[in-house]
């Protein structure tokens, strides 16, 4: 395989009892379960994850007759996205056309939930809650640098990084990055994620971030609450009836929402459907 535009593209030859064989000219080879090509872009190892992904999601949607958000998000990440994440950090596409073509096979698999096909792609991410490839494989970008850095993960370095100096950064700075545009990614973060102090850390960080915060919810939201919480009807009919008022577009927390829901079914009692609308419409009423 000759890499590069300017590569001269010689012939190679060995030598076996004394006979002389030539070298076949490869354009792409696989390499550890990763094609490589020799214009270095990853159209080839997309393609593949893709039409094994592709397949495995047809093969899941012949089989079973009944599909639920629980249910398809535990077989789409437990056989699909693996196929699509397998050895990432090392062949992360660039051009916008691999990316849209790794995204959509996670496109298809939200649709096999009947009551989520007619709403958009982002509203399906959140009502399984998943999020979208792209920001999975820079999360993963960050936390393998981390690993490296910190020698977590113990790294045979052909040739090892290059330290830069720096008069901004409290922390080991490099002149040259592993993962492509893993800089401005850091760059762009915010607080704790920016000192990348601990992958369990930062998960829990981002998880009390979307569990607390307030959340602001249009008409078209509320089927995706409700499915995402298994509220009843009464409860989605309260949300949907609240987002109808022109001063309630900001509702309580996601994890207000969960902790109410707790409180109107107990494991050690039972309550009516009445008391559960009104103690859950009493939640929103009341808390901004």
């Not at 640098?145 to 790294?155: L, T």
């Not at 022109?246 to 009445?274: G, R, V």
Request: net charge positive; glycine share 2%.
């Amino acid at each position: 395989m000759h890499l590069g535009k300017k590569n001269p593209r010689m012939s190679y030859c060995m030598n076996h009892d004394g006979k002389e064989y030539k070298l076949k000219t490869t354009v792409s080879e696989r390499d550890l379960g990763v094609i490589i090509s020799s214009d270095l872009k990853w159209h080839d190892q997309v393609t593949s994850a893709t039409a094994k992904a592709q397949r495995t999601l047809g093969l899941i949607k012949r089989t079973f007759t009944y599909f639920d958000v629980e249910m398809v998000k535990s077989l789409y990440t437990t056989f699909v996205r693996p196929l699509l994440e397998f050895a990432i950090p090392a062949w992360q596409p660039y051009l916008q056309r691999d990316i849209d073509e790794l995204e959509k096979v996670q496109r298809r698999a939200t649709k096999l939930v009947p009551q989520l096909k007619k709403i958009s792609y982002e509203k399906r991410l959140k009502a399984m809650g998943l999020t979208t490839l792209e920001k999975r494989r820079a999360r993963g970008d960050l936390i393998q640098q981390y690993r490296f850095k910190q020698n977590i993960d113990q790294i045979n370095w052909y040739k090892n990084p290059k330290p830069a100096s720096s008069v901004t950064s409290s922390g080991p700075a490099f002149s040259e990055e592993f993962f492509p545009d893993l800089v401005k990614r850091i760059k762009s973060k915010e607080g704790p994620v920016k000192k990348a102090l601990d992958p369990d850390k930062a998960n829990e960080i981002r998880k009390n971030m979307s569990m607390h915060e307030p959340v602001k919810m249009k008409v078209e939201d509320a089927l995706s609450l409700k499915i995402q919480y298994d509220l009843s009807d009464e409860q989605y009919q309260i949300i949907r009836n609240s987002s109808l008022l022109q001063n309630a577009n900001i509702y309580p927390s996601l994890h207000k929402i969960l902790t109410e829901k707790k409180k109107c079914y107990p494991d050690n009692m039972i309550f009516s459907e009445t008391s559960a609308v009104c103690s859950l419409q009493s939640l929103f009423n009341h808390t901004v």
